[in-house]
C-alpha cells in the first residue's frame, strides 16, 4: 500500500493508505474519544463514540471502521461533531451510578476524561429510572466486575473469545438488560485473565489485588520488562514514595510492544511484583550476624584469600551488563564461572503464547555471553552465588552469598543484591531482543547490584 | 441433573448437520429442541449443545439469553403470550388480558404454582389483521375475546381430565 | 382500482398449500421457461421488470441480484427473509401458509438465477404453525423430485432448509437475519463501504423478502412488461398490502402500487370501524412516519408517492386509528416495541430505545414536563445516522412523526 497525504483538522498527514483511520488518531495524539476500539481487538463499532466528520459524507462516521483515502478530510472538532459526541456520551452516562469518588478507575477512566473534556454532566435521572444491575460481582482470577459502570463496550469479552479463546466472558441478555457475565458457575480462569482489567476503559473491572491500593494519579511509572520468565514482556512498574517511607511498588502493567508481548502479560508475571517487596534480603550477615559494611567486605576478602578452587553462579536473571562484570571478575579471580539455565525450567509454566518454560528472564544473554551452564559437582573450597537459586547444590567448603531474597541454608557471608526493579540493564529476551530497563525504584537507604558491589570489592583489594 | 437429548432429536441434529456450511449454525435449532424436550433449557442443556456442534457454551448461552422464546428457567405448562403491541392494543388486548389474569390468577411475568400456566405479554406476533392475538405455546389464538378465552379454558379443562 | 392477483392467487384456493392442489393451479409450471433462460438471462428480465424488495426497503432486486458473482465458482446461498415482526405486517405469513409452493418456485429460478444450490427460510420463531405447513409443502415437493438434486429433471439442484428464530425483531434486519442463521446473536454488522453481496459464513448471500421471491415466477411467466403492466413507473407491480387496527375488514390485500390510500382503505378495508372519523395512519409497518388525517386523504401507495409526503411505504402494512385514539399512547406502545427489540450493540439505540420510553412513561404518568417532550425528541437525534443499524433511526422517525404531529396532544399531558 502506498504512502498517501490526508487532512485532519486543516493539517496535513502522511499515512498508509487503508490504514484505519482511528489508528492515525491516536499514532498522532489526536484526541477523539473512544471506548470499543483497541488496537489488539480490533474495530467492533458499538460504542459510537469515534465519530468525526468526514467531507462528502452526509453523516458523522466512526474512525474505527473508516479506511484513509488519498485526498480524505477530516473533522475531529467543530460544533456539530462534539454536540454529537456529547449526545452520545450522555447516553454512555444513563445507566451509570456516576460515583467516580469511590471509584478505583478514577484517573484511569475514559468515561470520566470524556465527560470531564465534554463539559460537565446534567443529571436529571432519577436513581430509581435506572436500569440496575450487580455491583461487586467476583469473576475470579482477582477480578471484580460492577455491571453498573459497564458501557457494553465488548473488550473484555473479545478478549476471552478472540484472544484466549477461553471464552469465560460474554454479553448475555438483550436490549438494556445486556450485561457481562460468566457462566452460572463458571469462573474467569485462565493465565492472562487480569489484561480484562487494564482492557476495561472505564471502572467495570478492577483488580483485586490493586483494589483500594492506591489513587492512580498519584503513581509513578516507570517502563520496565517482566522478569518472570524467558519471553521478556515490557511492563510499567507503577510506584509511589509515602513520606518517610521506602518506595513501594503497586502494581505491573502491560506496555504495548509489537515485537514481544503485544499488549499483554501474564498474570504470573503482573503479580510478580509482590516478590519485589516479600522476603528480601536487606542486611549483610556474617555467619548468620547482621554485620557493618566494612566487617563485611574484609570478612569477603578473607575467604576470598584463604585460597583453593572458587566457582562463582551467576543468576540468568541478571542484566547483561551485570553479567558481563562478573564474568571479568571471575577471570581476575581465576574462578570458574557458571549460570545453569536448566535450573530455571519449568515445563508447566509454558505455553504457546508469551508463558515461556525457561523462567529466567535473560537466559539468552547467558548463552549469549557464552557462560558455561554446567553446574559443577566437585567439591570446591568457595562459593560466590551472584543469587543463582541452584547454590545450595554446590559442595563448597565456604561460601559467599549476593542475594536479593532471604534464602534457606547457611552462608558463611551474606551480601543484599539489588533487584531487577532498583538497578539498570540490558536484557535479552528468548527471541534474541535487547530489551534496556531503567532504574524504577530509589531506595531511601540503596542496595548495590552487582555492579556496584564488584566494584566496591575489587576497589578494596587495590 | 444431567441432559440427554433424545435419540429422535440426536438423529435430527445429525441429519441438520448436512445442510450447513457450518455445525455453529445449529444453535438455534438444537435450543429448540432442548426446550421442547424439557419444558426449558438448562445450563446441562446449553453444555451438551455445545459439545455437539463444536461451539463454547458462553456462545450458546449468549444466544439463548437473546431470544425471547427461550426459557432458561422452569415455565407454566400453558404459556399465554397475549400480543400488546399497537394493533392488538387499538383493538381490546387490555380487555383480553384483564380478564387472562383474573381467570388464571397470575400476572404478566409469572407461573401458576401449580405450574400450568405461565402469562406473558409479548410484541407484535404478526398477526395484527386478527387483532387482539395470542400465542399458547405454539398455536396462535386469533380475533380474541374475553369468551373466546373461557372457551380455550375449557377446552384445556378437558385435556386434563 | 383494478383486482390485482399476482402473489395471491392461490390464497382463496381451498387446500392450496398442497402439492397436488397447487399443480392443479399452475405450480411450478414457470420452471422450465426459466431453465431454457441463462442465469443472467434471468438477472436481465428481473431487472428490466423493476421489481422492487418487499420487505420494507424497496431496493431494486435486479441490481442485487447482479451483486452476486456470476462465474459460480464460489458456493452461494440465498436466504429469504421470512422473520415478518415489523408491527402491522403479516403478510409472508399468508404465502407461507396459503402457497407455499409458489414461494418455492421463487426459490429455485433464484438459486438459479444466483447459481446457488441452497436456500434458508429464516421463519420467526412464533410462527411455528405457519412453518409447519411450509415444511410439509418443502417434504412434498422433495419427494414429487421437485426440490433436490434434480430440479424436475432439469439438471440443477436445490435444497431448501428452513430455520426458525426465537423471538427477536432485529433479526429481519438482514445481516443480523445471517448472524442468526450462523447460530449467533441476532446482532446486525458493520455496514460495508461499497455495495457487495451478503455474507454468510464468508460466501456470498442474497437475501430477499418471502414476497419478493413469490413474485419471480410470475415475472418469469409473463415477462417484464407483463409485471410492469401494474403499479407505476418507478414502483411496478403490485405488493401485499395489509391493513390494521381501527379498520371494518382488515386483512392482506395485494394491489398495485399507486392505489390511493383511503381508496384502499375504503374499498379493501370496508371503512373505519364503527363509522368513526379516521386521526391517523401508520403507512408500512410501525417504523414509517405517522400521517394524518389529512396526509391519509392525499397520500399514493407507492414508493415515491409517500417519501413526498415525507413518510415511506415501508412494508405496506398500515395501521389505521380512528378519532378516539390516544397519540401518547399509541407513541408510549411503540416505543415500548423499540425498547424491546433493540439488540443493545450500540449506544445510542441501546440507551435513546429505553430512555425515550421511561420518558414518556413519565409523560404518560403525568409526572412529565415539556422539558421531557424535548429531550426526547434530542434522543431522536441522538439515535438518528449513528448506530450500525437502520433500527434506531427509525425510532427516530416514529419519534418525530408522533410528537411532531400531535404535539398539543403530548403537551396536554404535561400541562394537566
Ligand atoms: C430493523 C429491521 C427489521 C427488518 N425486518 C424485516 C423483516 O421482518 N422481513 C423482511 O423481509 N425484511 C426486513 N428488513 C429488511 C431487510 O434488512 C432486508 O432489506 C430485506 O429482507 C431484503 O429483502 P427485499 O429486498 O426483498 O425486501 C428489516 C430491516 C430492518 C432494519
Ligand atoms: S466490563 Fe469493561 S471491558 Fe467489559 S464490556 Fe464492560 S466496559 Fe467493556
Ligand atoms: S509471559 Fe513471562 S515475561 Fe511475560 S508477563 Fe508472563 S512471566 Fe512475565
Ligand atoms: S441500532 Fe439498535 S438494533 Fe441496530 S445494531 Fe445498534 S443497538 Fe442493535
Ligand atoms: S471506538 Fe469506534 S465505535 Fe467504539
Ligand atoms: S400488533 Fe398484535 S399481532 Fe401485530
Same mark, same amino acid.
Given at each position: 500500500?502506498?504512502?498517501?497525504?490526508?487532512?485532519?483538522?486543516?493539517?496535513?498527514?502522511?499515512?498508509?493508505?487503508?490504514?484505519?483511520?482511528?489508528?492515525?488518531?491516536?499514532?498522532?495524539?489526536?484526541?477523539?474519544?473512544?471506548?470499543?476500539?483497541?488496537?489488539?481487538?480490533?474495530?467492533?463499532?458499538?460504542?459510537?463514540?469515534?465519530?468525526?466528520?468526514?467531507?462528502?459524507?452526509?453523516?458523522?462516521?466512526?474512525?474505527?471502521?473508516?479506511?484513509?483515502?488519498?485526498?480524505?478530510?477530516?473533522?475531529?472538532?467543530?460544533?456539530?461533531?462534539?454536540?454529537?459526541? *456529547?449526545?452520545?456520551?450522555?447516553?454512555?452516562?444513563?445507566?451509570?451510578?456516576?460515583?467516580?469518588?469511590?471509584?478505583?478507575?478514577?484517573?484511569?477512566?475514559?468515561?470520566?476524561?470524556?465527560?470531564?473534556?465534554?463539559?460537565?454532566?446534567?443529571?436529571?435521572?432519577?436513581?430509581?429510572?435506572?436500569?440496575?444491575?450487580?455491583?461487586?460481582?467476583?469473576?475470579?482470577?482477582?477480578?471484580?466486575?460492577?455491571?453498573?459502570?459497564?458501557?457494553?463496550?465488548?473488550?473484555?469479552?473479545?478478549?476471552?473469545?478472540?484472544?484466549?479463546?477461553?471464552?469465560?466472558?460474554?454479553?448475555?441478555?438483550?436490549?438494556?438488560?445486556?450485561?457481562?457475565?460468566?457462566?452460572?458457575?463458571?469462573?474467569?480462569?485462565?493465565?492472562?485473565?487480569?489484561?480484562?482489567?487494564?482492557?476495561?476503559?472505564?471502572?467495570?473491572?478492577?483488580?483485586?489485588?490493586? *483494589?483500594?491500593?492506591?489513587?492512580?494519579?498519584?503513581?509513578?511509572?516507570?517502563?520496565?520488562?517482566?522478569?518472570?520468565?524467558?519471553?521478556?514482556?515490557?511492563?510499567?512498574?507503577?510506584?509511589?514514595?509515602?513520606?518517610?517511607?521506602?518506595?513501594?511498588?503497586?502494581?505491573?502493567?502491560?506496555?504495548?510492544?509489537?515485537?514481544?508481548?503485544?499488549?499483554?502479560?501474564?498474570?504470573?508475571?503482573?503479580?510478580?511484583?509482590?516478590?519485589?517487596?516479600?522476603?528480601?534480603?536487606?542486611?549483610?550477615?556474617?555467619?548468620?550476624?547482621?554485620?557493618?559494611?566494612?566487617?563485611?567486605?574484609?570478612?569477603?576478602?578473607?575467604?576470598?584469600?584463604?585460597?583453593?578452587?572458587?566457582?562463582?553462579?551467576?543468576?540468568?536473571?541478571?542484566?547483561?551488563?551485570?553479567?558481563?562484570?562478573?564474568?571479568?571478575?571471575?577471570?581476575?579471580?581465576?574462578?570458574?564461572?557458571?549460570?545453569?539455565?536448566?535450573?530455571?525450567?519449568?515445563?508447566?509454566?509454558?505455553?504457546?503464547?508469551?508463558?515461556?518454560?525457561?523462567?529466567?528472564?535473560?537466559?539468552?544473554?547467558?548463552?549469549?555471553?557464552?557462560?558455561?551452564?554446567?553446574?559443577?559437582?566437585?567439591?570446591?573450597?568457595?562459593?560466590?552465588?551472584?543469587?543463582?537459586?541452584?547454590?545450595?547444590?554446590?559442595?563448597?567448603?565456604?561460601?559467599?552469598?549476593?542475594?536479593?531474597?532471604?534464602?534457606?541454608?547457611?552462608?558463611?557471608?551474606?551480601?543484599?543484591?539489588?533487584?531487577?526493579?532498583?538497578?539498570?540493564?540490558?536484557?535479552?529476551?528468548?527471541?534474541?531482543?535487547?530489551?534496556?530497563?531503567?532504574?524504577?525504584?530509589?531506595?531511601?537507604?540503596?542496595?548495590?547490584?552487582?555492579?556496584?558491589?564488584?566494584?566496591?570489592?575489587?576497589?578494596?583489594?587495590? | 441433573?444431567?441432559?440427554?437429548?433424545?435419540?429422535?432429536?440426536?438423529?435430527?441434529?445429525?441429519?441438520?448437520?448436512?445442510?450447513?456450511?457450518?455445525?455453529?449454525?445449529?444453535?438455534?435449532?438444537?435450543?429448540?429442541?432442548?426446550?421442547?424436550?424439557?419444558?426449558?433449557?438448562?445450563?446441562?442443556?446449553?453444555?451438551?449443545?455445545?459439545?455437539?456442534?463444536?461451539?463454547?457454551?458462553?456462545?450458546?448461552?449468549?444466544?439463548?439469553?437473546?431470544?425471547?422464546?427461550?426459557?432458561?428457567?422452569?415455565?407454566?405448562?400453558?404459556?399465554?403470550?397475549?400480543?400488546?403491541?399497537?394493533?392488538?392494543?387499538?383493538?381490546?388486548?387490555?380487555?383480553?388480558?384483564?380478564?387472562?389474569?383474573?381467570?388464571?390468577?397470575?400476572?404478566?411475568?409469572?407461573?401458576?404454582?401449580?405450574?400450568?400456566?405461565?402469562?406473558?405479554?409479548?410484541?407484535?406476533?404478526?398477526?395484527?389483521?386478527?387483532?387482539?392475538?395470542?400465542?399458547?405455546?405454539?398455536?396462535?389464538?386469533?380475533?380474541?375475546?374475553?369468551?373466546?378465552?373461557?372457551?380455550?379454558?375449557?377446552?384445556?379443562?378437558?385435556?386434563?381430565? | 382500482?383494478?383486482?390485482?392477483?399476482?402473489?395471491?392467487?392461490?390464497?382463496?384456493?381451498?387446500?392450496?398449500?398442497?402439492?397436488?392442489?397447487?399443480?392443479?393451479?399452475?405450480?411450478?409450471?414457470?420452471?422450465?421457461?426459466?431453465?431454457?433462460?441463462?442465469?443472467?438471462?434471468?438477472?436481465?428480465?428481473?431487472?428490466?421488470?423493476?421489481?422492487?424488495?418487499?420487505?420494507?426497503?424497496?431496493?431494486?432486486?435486479?441490481?442485487?441480484?447482479?451483486?452476486?458473482?456470476?462465474?459460480?465458482?464460489?458456493?452461494?446461498?440465498?436466504?429469504?427473509?421470512?422473520?415478518?415482526?415489523?408491527?402491522?405486517?403479516?403478510?409472508?405469513?399468508?404465502?407461507?401458509?396459503?402457497?407455499?409452493?409458489?414461494?418455492?418456485?421463487?426459490?429455485?429460478?433464484?438459486?438459479?438465477?444466483?447459481?446457488?444450490?441452497?436456500?434458508?427460510?429464516?421463519?420467526?420463531?412464533?410462527?411455528?404453525?405457519?412453518?409447519?405447513?411450509?415444511?410439509?409443502?418443502?417434504?412434498?415437493?422433495?419427494?414429487?423430485?421437485?426440490?433436490?438434486?434434480?430440479?424436475?429433471?432439469?439438471?440443477?439442484?436445490?435444497?431448501?432448509?428452513?430455520?426458525?428464530?426465537?423471538?427477536?425483531?432485529?433479526?429481519?434486519?438482514?445481516?443480523?437475519?445471517?448472524?442468526?442463521?450462523?447460530?449467533?446473536?441476532?446482532?446486525?454488522?458493520?455496514?460495508?463501504?461499497?455495495?457487495?453481496?451478503?455474507?454468510?459464513?464468508?460466501?456470498?448471500?442474497?437475501?430477499?423478502?418471502?414476497?419478493?421471491?413469490?413474485?419471480?415466477?410470475?415475472?418469469?411467466?409473463?415477462?417484464?412488461?407483463?409485471?410492469?403492466?401494474?403499479?407505476? +413507473?418507478?414502483?411496478?407491480?403490485?405488493?401485499?398490502?395489509?391493513?390494521?387496527?381501527?379498520?371494518?375488514?382488515?386483512?392482506?390485500?395485494?394491489?398495485?402500487?399507486?392505489?390511493?390510500?383511503?381508496?384502499?382503505?375504503?374499498?379493501?378495508?370496508?371503512?373505519?370501524?364503527?363509522?368513526?372519523?379516521?386521526?391517523?395512519?401508520?403507512?408500512?409497518?410501525?417504523?414509517?412516519?405517522?400521517?394524518?388525517?389529512?396526509?391519509? +386523504?392525499?397520500?399514493?401507495?407507492?414508493?415515491?408517492?409517500?417519501?413526498?409526503?415525507?413518510?415511506?411505504?415501508?412494508?405496506?402494512?398500515?395501521?389505521?386509528?380512528?378519532?378516539?385514539?390516544?397519540?401518547?399512547?399509541?407513541?408510549?406502545?411503540?416505543?415500548?416495541?423499540?425498547?424491546?427489540?433493540?439488540?443493545?450493540?450500540?449506544?445510542?439505540?441501546?440507551?435513546?430505545?429505553?430512555?425515550?420510553?421511561?420518558?414518556?412513561?413519565?409523560?404518560?404518568?403525568?409526572?412529565?414536563?415539556?422539558?421531557?417532550?424535548?429531550?426526547?425528541?434530542?434522543?431522536?437525534?441522538?439515535?438518528?445516522?449513528?448506530?450500525?443499524?437502520?433500527?434506531?433511526?427509525?425510532?427516530?422517525?416514529?419519534?418525530?412523526?408522533?410528537?411532531?404531529?400531535?404535539?398539543?396532544?403530548? +403537551?396536554?399531558?404535561?400541562?394537566?
Amino acid at each position: 500500500m502506498s504512502q498517501i497525504e490526508i487532512v485532519i483538522d486543516e493539517k496535513k498527514y502522511a499515512a498508509q493508505e487503508g490504514l484505519l483511520l482511528i489508528d492515525l488518531l491516536i499514532r498522532e495524539g489526536l484526541k477523539v474519544p473512544y471506548f470499543c476500539y483497541h488496537e489488539a481487538l480490533g474495530a467492533d463499532g458499538n460504542c459510537r463514540m469515534c465519530m468525526v466528520e468526514i467531507e462528502g459524507q452526509k453523516r458523522p462516521q466512526i474512525a474505527c471502521d473508516t479506511n484513509i483515502k488519498e485526498g480524505m478530510i477530516v473533522r475531529t472538532k467543530g460544533q456539530m461533531i462534539e454536540s454529537v459526541r *456529547r449526545r452520545i456520551l450522555e447516553l454512555e452516562l444513563i445507566n451509570h451510578p456516576v460515583d467516580c469518588a469511590i471509584c478505583d478507575q478514577a484517573g484511569e477512566c475514559k468515561l470520566q476524561d470524556f465527560y470531564m473534556d465534554y463539559g460537565l454532566y446534567d443529571s436529571k435521572i432519577d436513581q430509581a429510572e435506572k436500569v440496575h444491575h450487580k455491583k461487586h460481582i467476583d469473576l475470579g482470577s482477582n477480578v471484580m466486575l460492577d455491571q453498573e459502570r459497564c458501557v457494553l463496550c465488548a473488550r473484555c469479552t473479545r478478549f476471552t473469545s478472540d484472544i484466549t479463546k477461553t471464552h469465560e466472558l460474554g454479553i448475555v441478555g438483550r436490549g438494556d438488560h445486556a450485561r457481562v457475565t460468566t457462566m452460572p458457575g463458571k469462573k474467569l480462569d485462565n493465565p492472562y485473565a487480569m489484561n480484562v482489567v487494564d482492557l476495561c476503559p472505564v471502572g467495570a473491572l478492577t483488580s483485586k489485588d490493586f *483494589r483500594f491500593a492506591q489513587r492512580v494519579w498519584f503513581l509513578t511509572s516507570t517502563p520496565s520488562v517482566c522478569h518472570g520468565c524467558a519471553k521478556g514482556c515490557n511492563i510499567f512498574i507503577d510506584h509511589n514514595k509515602e513520606k518517610y517511607k521506602d518506595e513501594r511498588i503497586y502494581r505491573f502493567r502491560p506496555r504495548p510492544n509489537a515485537d514481544v508481548n503485544g499488549y499483554f502479560i501474564c498474570d504470573a508475571g503482573r503479580l510478580s511484583y509482590k516478590e519485589l517487596q516479600e522476603n528480601r534480603q536487606l542486611e549483610m550477615l556474617i555467619d548468620g550476624m547482621v554485620s557493618k559494611e566494612d566487617e563485611a567486605v574484609a570478612c569477603y576478602h578473607k575467604l576470598v584469600a584463604d585460597g583453593g578452587k572458587i566457582v562463582i553462579l551467576a543468576d540468568a536473571n541478571l542484566y547483561t551488563e551485570e553479567l558481563e562484570a562478573i564474568q571479568k571478575y571471575a577471570h581476575i579471580l581465576g574462578a570458574q564461572l557458571c549460570a545453569p539455565l536448566e535450573s530455571y525450567r519449568d515445563e508447566s509454566f509454558g505455553d504457546d503464547w508469551l508463558k515461556s518454560s525457561q523462567r529466567a528472564a535473560n537466559a539468552k544473554g547467558v548463552e549469549k555471553l557464552g557462560i558455561a551452564q554446567i553446574l559443577s559437582t566437585d567439591p570446591v573450597a568457595l562459593l560466590i552465588n551472584f543469587n543463582h537459586p541452584d547454590g545450595s547444590k554446590i559442595k563448597a567448603q565456604k561460601s559467599i552469598h549476593l542475594q536479593t531474597h532471604q534464602m534457606e541454608g547457611k552462608a558463611d557471608l551474606v551480601l543484599p543484591l539489588a533487584p531487577f526493579s532498583e538497578s539498570s540493564g540490558t536484557l535479552v529476551n528468548e527471541d534474541g531482543i535487547e530489551q534496556f530497563c531503567p532504574k524504577a525504584i530509589w531506595r531511601n537507604e540503596p542496595l548495590m547490584s552487582a555492579i556496584e558491589w564488584i566494584d566496591l570489592l575489587q576497589g578494596g583489594e587495590r | 441433573m444431567s441432559f440427554v437429548f433424545s435419540e429422535e432429536n440426536l438423529a435430527k441434529i445429525e441429519a441438520l448437520k448436512l445442510r450447513y456450511p457450518s455445525p455453529a449454525a445449529l444453535s438455534l435449532p438444537c435450543l429448540w429442541m432442548a426446550q421442547y424436550q424439557d419444558g426449558h433449557i438448562s445450563l446441562e442443556a446449553i453444555e451438551v449443545i455445545g459439545e455437539l456442534i463444536g461451539t463454547p457454551p458462553m456462545e450458546i448461552y449468549r444466544v439463548a439469553t437473546f431470544y425471547t422464546m427461550f426459557h432458561l428457567e422452569p415455565i407454566g405448562k400453558y404459556h399465554f403470550q397475549l400480543c400488546k403491541t399497537l394493533s392488538c392494543a387499538l383493538c381490546g388486548k387490555a380487555e383480553v388480558l384483564e380478564h387472562l389474569i383474573q381467570r388464571l390468577g397470575i400476572r404478566p411475568g409469572e407461573s401458576s404454582d401449580d405450574g400450568k400456566f405461565a402469562l406473558s405479554q409479548v410484541e407484535c406476533l404478526g398477526s395484527c389483521g386478527t387483532a387482539p392475538v395470542m400465542q399458547m405455546n405454539d398455536l396462535y389464538y386469533e380475533n380474541l375475546t374475553p369468551e373466546k378465552i373461557d372457551a380455550i379454558l375449557e377446552s384445556l379443562e378437558g385435556e386434563h381430565r | 382500482m383494478r383486482e390485482c392477483r399476482i402473489v395471491s392467487q392461490k390464497f382463496d384456493i381451498y387446500q392450496s398449500h398442497k402439492l397436488d392442489i397447487a399443480k392443479e393451479h399452475g405450480a411450478y409450471s414457470s420452471l422450465k421457461d426459466a431453465f431454457a433462460l441463462s442465469p443472467h438471462e434471468i438477472v436481465e428480465i428481473i431487472k428490466l421488470s423493476g421489481l422492487r424488495g418487499k420487505g420494507g426497503g424497496g431496493a431494486p432486486a435486479g441490481a442485487k441480484w447482479a451483486l452476486m458473482p456470476q462465474d459460480g465458482a464460489q458456493t452461494s446461498y440465498l436466504a429469504v427473509n421470512c422473520d415478518e415482526s415489523e408491527p402491522g405486517t403479516f403478510k409472508d405469513r399468508q404465502i407461507i401458509s396459503k402457497d407455499p409452493h409458489l414461494l418455492l418456485e421463487g426459490i429455485i429460478i433464484t438459486c438459479y438465477a444466483i447459481r446457488s444450490h441452497s436456500a434458508y427460510i429464516y421463519i420467526r420463531g412464533e410462527y411455528s404453525q405457519f412453518a409447519k405447513i411450509l415444511q410439509e409443502a418443502i417434504d412434498e415437493a422433495y419427494g414429487a423430485g421437485i426440490l433436490g438434486a434434480d430440479v424436475m429433471g432439469l439438471g440443477y439442484g436445490v435444497d431448501v432448509t428452513i430455520h426458525r428464530g426465537a423471538g427477536a425483531y432485529i433479526c429481519g434486519e438482514k445481516s443480523a437475519m445471517l448472524e442468526s442463521l450462523e447460530g449467533k446473536r441476532g446482532h446486525p454488522r458493520l455496514k460495508p463501504k461499497r455495495p457487495e453481496p451478503e455474507w454468510y459464513f464468508g460466501n456470498p448471500t442474497l437475501v430477499n423478502n418471502v414476497e419478493t421471491i413469490t413474485t419471480v415466477p410470475y415475472i418469469i411467466k409473463h415477462g417484464a412488461n407483463g409485471y410492469r403492466a401494474y403499479g407505476t +413507473e418507478q414502483s411496478p407491480g403490485t405488493l401485499l398490502f395489509a391493513i390494521s387496527g381501527h379498520i371494518n375488514k382488515p386483512g392482506v390485500y395485494e394491489a398495485e402500487f399507486g392505489t390511493p390510500m383511503m381508496e384502499y382503505i375504503n374499498r379493501y378495508g370496508g371503512g373505519i370501524r364503527g363509522g368513526k372519523k379516521l386521526k391517523a395512519v401508520i403507512p408500512g409497518g410501525a417504523s414509517t412516519a405517522v400521517l394524518t388525517a389529512a396526509e391519509a +386523504e392525499c397520500a399514493i401507495l407507492d414508493y415515491e408517492h409517500m417519501r413526498t409526503i415525507g413518510s415511506a411505504l415501508g412494508t405496506g402494512g398500515m395501521i389505521v386509528m380512528d378519532e378516539d385514539t390516544d397519540m401518547v399512547e399509541a407513541l408510549k406502545n411503540l416505543l415500548e416495541f423499540y425498547h424491546h427489540e433493540s439488540c443493545g450493540q450500540c449506544t445510542p439505540c441501546r440507551e435513546g430505545t429505553g430512555w425515550s420510553d421511561t420518558l414518556l412513561g413519565r409523560v404518560l404518568d403525568g409526572k412529565g414536563s415539556n422539558e421531557d417532550i424535548d429531550k426526547i425528541l434530542e434522543l431522536a437525534k441522538t439515535m438518528d445516522g449513528q448506530t450500525i443499524c437502520v433500527f434506531a433511526p427509525a425510532v427516530a422517525i416514529v419519534i418525530r412523526a408522533f410528537i411532531g404531529k400531535f404535539r398539543d396532544e403530548f +403537551e396536554a399531558r404535561v400541562n394537566r
